[in-house]
């Protein structure tokens, strides 16, 4: 949000909904919806790593992206603003089948804390979550 401009209403509804556990996956569900992943994502279904660090939330989609670039840029904030909604996640990963002339059958990305933190020029120490910086990762 602008200095002095109330925070949009999807970053409070994203606020409000906020996880404390990667392993809600219903929770992790609400969140997914909010931020109408299906319209970039597609078809796909999430998988979590739980069982030990580092926790790992990952969507893995269906089809072949029609244009890499444009779905990864679009993961990348999708992703940013999960960990940031999801108090114990590490990272968020997504992969995706790429064309068969390719040697690898998907291709896998991941964003993790370092990224987000990165992302907002603060540190760990700093970091606190309020909806005016889901407005900055919104913004991406």
Known sequence: AVEGQEASSLAREL?????PYVGNASQNGRLVQLLEMGETAGNFHMELETREEPYVLRIVMADIPEDEKVLNQQMTRHS????????????????????????SAAALHQVDRDDLYETLEVDLADFELTPDVLDRLLAL
């Not at 940031?84 to 390719?102: G, R, S």
């Open 80 to 103: 940013l603003l999960l960990l940031a909604l999801i108090d114990n996640a590490d990272a968020i990963q997504w992969t995706y089948p790429v064309p068969a002339q390719f040697e």
């Open 15 to 19: 606020y409000r909904n906020r996880n």
